[in-house]
Every structure is written in C-alpha cells, then in structure tokens.
C-alpha cells in the first residue's frame, strides 16, 4: 500500500507494548502492524508545521521564520525556567503562553538509558515518557505552572542529567536504578517554593516497546541527505523506528517532511 502526507511525530497509545500510529492529513497507519514487513520511504517535499508553506524546515518542523515568530516555539518551551505568563509578560503570545503555561506540570524522573529529569504538562503523562523511549518514570512534584516546573528541573540537573542518550536508548543499554530511591533523595535538592507540590509514596511506570530486535551499530536516516530508504522494520522505541540494518529513523527530527510511504 502507498500513503503520502506531511510526517509528525507518531501519535501512541499506552499498553503492553506501546501502541504507534503516524497520522497523514487522509490516512493514518498503525505502525505495529508494519512490524516484519518492507517499508520504502521517499522524499518528496517539505511543508512547515505551522504556516504549511513549501519552505525548508529549520527546526522542530517549522520554516526559519516560524521558528523564531510563532510562540509554539518559544525559549520557554526547551526553557521552562524562562516562563513569565505567571508574571503576566509576555514572550510572543501573551494568550497562547497562559494557556500552555498556566496549567499543572510535572517533574518527572526517567530511566531511557540513564536516569534523567524532565518537565512535562500533566496531560502529556505518560506520552512524554513514551516519546523519549523510557522503560520506566516517576513523578517527583506536581506544580501549577511551568516555571516552578522550570526552577526545580533546573536545581536538579546539578545532581542528574536531563538528556537521554539515543544511542544506547535504542541498543537497549539499560542502567539498573531504583527511581523510588532517586525521588526520595532529589526531594532535598527541590527549591523551597517547590517544597509543597512534592508528590510521596508513588510508584514507578513500566514501559514496554514493540521491538522485535535491538540494533548494535546505528545508522542513522536523515531525509534530507538521504532522501530514499527501504528496509525492513523490526522494532519502534521513542519516536524511532528500527530497521533490520540497524538504520533507525527519527520520525520526530524530521517534522515537516513530505514522504511517500509504500507498504
């Protein structure tokens, strides 16, 4: 079968393992089903995300003008340290801001391939996790805006990371840790107005993704330098596929990129 369309990064559906879907404006694909089977995919153009125009993408599936325009892609979103809309200032779009800013976040402890901290809107649980390839997650506060979010990632990336290693996320290195344990020793790193939100006596997430084999040597697929690629498909893991050649595909990275895809 043949679909084309704009390529977003894959929608998922918590259960054992992960379910993935890659939506088209007029079709959508049940990306498991394709588990075993030949996919070809081609390049044919590129659209931004969000004016839709044929422009070259710049970052996060967005033309250079969009990305640095539009408030979808402000500072704050990689910076959550830098919201103001609690303060009422705005960056681009005062209104956008207190809508994505103005809501319960979370901070999160994930172990994809190492143990990492991370901030998320309350409503992207576990989709977060899901989309960095965690095999396993845990809350540490639950707090009423993005910046006090903001302020406690930032206390804690002195003592842990907040980047996942892709590499040994998609090889399946694992690191053996306790997250429970983790949590309960952070809770003293927490800044004082983030104290209160500090959530106690939950219990971990466990993770599992529809993956038939595991890579040892990665190669990795980028459209724009490479904009033909067959191969046979043996595992997704976070937003990538995995072929049986070891090539993985961020589906993710390449946001914005017209393809034909043939089953």
Known sequence: MQYQGVLTKMKSEFSDPIQYYLIFENDFIHM????????????????????????????????????????VAGDWIMRPELSKAHLGIEDRDLSYEKQVQLQPHIVYLANSSNIKVGVTRKSQIPTRWIDQGAHEAIEIVEVPNRYLAGIAEVALKDHLSDKTNWRKMLKNEIEDVDLVEWRDKLKAKLPEEVLPYFIANNSETNITFPVESYPTKLKSLNLSKNPSYNGVLTGIKGQYLIFKDDTVFNVRSNEGMVVNLNI
């Open 32 to 71: 498991n089903q394709l588990l075993g089977k030949t996919v070809d995919i081609q390049l044919i153009g590129e659209q931004c995300l969000s004016c839709g125009l044929n422009k070259p993408i710049f970052r996060q599936g967005f033309c250079k003008s969009c990305f640095f325009d539009k408030p």
